[in-house]
């Protein structure tokens, strides 16, 4: 797949984006979290961590993808290469994982709230993250396979002459790698798609037959619900579907490429997740708004206020001296 202008600028301008965005607000909700988990744990807070992580160590390998799309070809160590792929796509689809685990925590605590408080134990969460991380890089070890598969006996040569990372295959690569994209489209995104929609469609259902359930906490959980699976629309369906056709076609599709870039969005539309999860987020946000609102105030506020304090001075004054004139 070689490298186009377009594709360079596009890739540039959406990684560089989610990088700015992405990073100071996954370290804020970092800290926020590890905070929560020392303090009093919940299965939740548990989940939220392992997600911050998970976005954090997506962000790490991002510039990798910058510095290849800025040279419009892959010029560091072939070391890094699979290793990039392999965080990349790992993330992705712990992410959707971890999502879909979110979304039945919160379920379950409205569907069954006396049932699941007697046996909602941090612990579980644990154990769950850990077979998330162990499922998404044992299927995403792929990458390794693919990209040391020897295809020819000039294999030095072909990575020698590499235009870009994990996105060029030959016809037996092609064989090993689209039935497991076939495998992920329906064990790692289908399945959990699908779980995510039902415990967030009844979710919201048992909130609105509550009737005195606060107005302001059943909008935060609708809110909840629909970035979450906004997430899983914009972010993973095109990258998915891209697995469908390629087992269809017997290629990867030319498009496909593009199809990377909304996943990647994926690390900068979390931070939105946490906002309507967590209430220490909640809290912790407000507060640095309310501080930054106070600062914009003191340092504009005043000085606004001395410019309008002068110019109403000014035309008081050709005011007066106006009204001496004419008499």
Same mark, same amino acid.
């Given at each position: 797949m070689l490298w186009t202008r377009e594709r360079s600028y596009s890739v540039l301008v959406v990684d560089s984006i989610t990088l700015i965005t992405g990073l100071p607000a996954n370290l804020l909700a970092l800290y926020? @979290?590890?905070? $929560?988990? *020392?303090?009093?744990?919940? =299965?939740?807070?548990?989940?939220?961590? /392992?997600?911050?992580?998970?976005?954090?160590?997506?962000?790490?390998?991002?510039?990798?993808?910058?510095?290849?799309?800025a040279n419009?070809?892959?010029?560091?160590?072939?070391?890094?290469?699979?290793?990039?792929?392999?965080?990349?796509?790992?993330?992705?689809?712990?992410?959707?994982?971890?999502?879909?685990?979110?979304?039945?925590?919160?379920?379950?605590?409205?569907? @069954?709230?006396? $049932?699941? *408080?007697?046996?909602?134990? =941090?612990?579980?969460?644990?154990?769950? /993250?850990?077979?998330?991380?162990a499922l998404s890089m044992g299927h995403c070890s792929i990458v390794y396979i693919v990209e040391y598969h020897k295809h020819s006996n000039d294999t030095l040569n072909y990575l020698s002459n590499r235009t870009s990372c994990y996105k060029e295959f030959n016809r037996e690569q092609l064989k090993l790698l689209l039935p497991v994209r076939l495998e992920l489209f329906i064990v790692m995104f289908c399945i959990p798609f699908l779980i995510c929609c039902f415990c967030y469609i009844n979710f919201i259902l048992i909130l609105s037959r509550l009737p005195n359930f606060n107005t302001q906490k059943r909008s935060r959980a609708i809110g909840l619900a629909l970035v979450t699976l906004l997430v899983f629309i914009i972010c993973f369906i095109p990258f998915n579907v891209s697995h469908v056709v390629g087992f269809i076609e017997g290629d990867s599709p030319s498009w496909r490429v593009y199809t990377v870039l909304p996943c990647t969005f994926n690390a900068c539309l979390d931070p939105f997740v946490f906002y309507f999860s967590s209430s220490a987020v909640r809290g912790t946000f407000n507060h640095m708004m309310q501080r930054f609102l106070n600062w914009l105030h003191r340092s504009f506020g005043q000085k606004f206020s001395c410019l309008l304090l002068g110019r109403t001075t000014a035309y008081e004054e050709r005011t007066q001296s106006s009204n001496d004139t004419s008499r």
């Amino acid at each position: 797949m070689l490298w186009t202008r377009e594709r360079s600028y596009s890739v540039l301008v959406v990684d560089s984006i989610t990088l700015i965005t992405g990073l100071p607000a996954n370290l804020l909700a970092l800290y926020i @979290f590890i905070r $929560k988990v *020392k303090e009093r744990p919940t =299965p939740l807070d548990v989940l939220l961590l /392992s997600l911050t992580i998970s976005d954090l160590l997506f962000l790490l390998f991002l510039p990798l993808s910058i510095n290849e799309a800025a040279n419009m070809k892959w010029t560091m160590s072939f070391f890094l290469c699979p290793l990039s792929g392999f965080i990349y796509y790992s993330t992705i689809h712990n992410s959707t994982l971890l999502l879909t685990a979110i979304s039945v925590e919160r379920y379950l605590g409205v569907a @069954f709230p006396v $049932k699941y *408080k007697l046996k909602r134990n =941090p612990r579980y969460a644990v154990i769950a /993250s850990v077979i998330f991380w162990a499922l998404s890089m044992g299927h995403c070890s792929i990458v390794y396979i693919v990209e040391y598969h020897k295809h020819s006996n000039d294999t030095l040569n072909y990575l020698s002459n590499r235009t870009s990372c994990y996105k060029e295959f030959n016809r037996e690569q092609l064989k090993l790698l689209l039935p497991v994209r076939l495998e992920l489209f329906i064990v790692m995104f289908c399945i959990p798609f699908l779980i995510c929609c039902f415990c967030y469609i009844n979710f919201i259902l048992i909130l609105s037959r509550l009737p005195n359930f606060n107005t302001q906490k059943r909008s935060r959980a609708i809110g909840l619900a629909l970035v979450t699976l906004l997430v899983f629309i914009i972010c993973f369906i095109p990258f998915n579907v891209s697995h469908v056709v390629g087992f269809i076609e017997g290629d990867s599709p030319s498009w496909r490429v593009y199809t990377v870039l909304p996943c990647t969005f994926n690390a900068c539309l979390d931070p939105f997740v946490f906002y309507f999860s967590s209430s220490a987020v909640r809290g912790t946000f407000n507060h640095m708004m309310q501080r930054f609102l106070n600062w914009l105030h003191r340092s504009f506020g005043q000085k606004f206020s001395c410019l309008l304090l002068g110019r109403t001075t000014a035309y008081e004054e050709r005011t007066q001296s106006s009204n001496d004139t004419s008499r």
